[in-house]
């Protein structure tokens, strides 16, 4: 069965969300990193089954800085752990589904990513991921 590895929140300041997460519910938030190729800044929350990701513009062009402004923030996209992002997208590709990434990319805390197109039936973003460790490790 497939399982949801995280999900992806978009804010204008991921320091705000930290506190925020820590001052409501005591949760920490993983060292914050900067994703230079995306233009954002990271900021992780574990939790038992699943993580949320906070992620926060780094540049007027950054990928979520468009999402930001039309909406202020919010959830932006979920992501699926699968064993193999390059044979995911080669058989999603076959049933015509339409894609973001045609190949996977290397991702900050995954091995490889890619993003479906958002304009599927389920209008959401759906990003695929392949985590470190996993089956083809080498
Ligand atoms: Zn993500």
Same mark, same amino acid.
């Given at each position: 069965m497939l399982k949801i590895d995280h999900i992806g929140i978009a804010v204008p300041s991921v320091e705000e969300a930290k506190k925020? !997460?820590?001052? /409501?519910?005591?949760?920490?938030?993983?060292?914050?990193?900067? *994703? /230079?190729?995306?233009? *954002?800044? *990271?900021?992780? !929350?574990?939790?038992?089954?699943?993580?949320?990701?906070?992620?926060?513009?780094? /540049?007027?062009? %950054?990928?979520? %800085?468009?999402?930001?402004?039309k909406r202020g923030g919010g959830l932006h996209h979920i992501a699926i752990s699968v064993e193999n992002v390059k044979g995911t997208l080669k058989s999603l590709k076959e049933k015509g589904v339409s894609l973001i990434d045609g190949e996977p990319r290397g991702g900050a805390a995954y091995k490889w990513i890619a993003f479906l197109s958002p304009k599927n039936p389920a209008k959401t973003l759906i990003e695929l991921v392949e985590t470190k460790g996993g089956i083809d490790e080498n």
């Open positions: 925020f !997460v820590k001052d /409501a519910f005591g949760l920490e938030m993983e060292e914050i990193e900067i *994703v /230079a190729s995306q233009k *954002v800044k *990271v900021g992780r !929350v574990r939790f038992e089954n699943i993580i949320l990701e906070f992620l926060e513009p780094t /540049a007027p062009n %950054s990928p979520i %800085s468009g999402f930001i402004e």
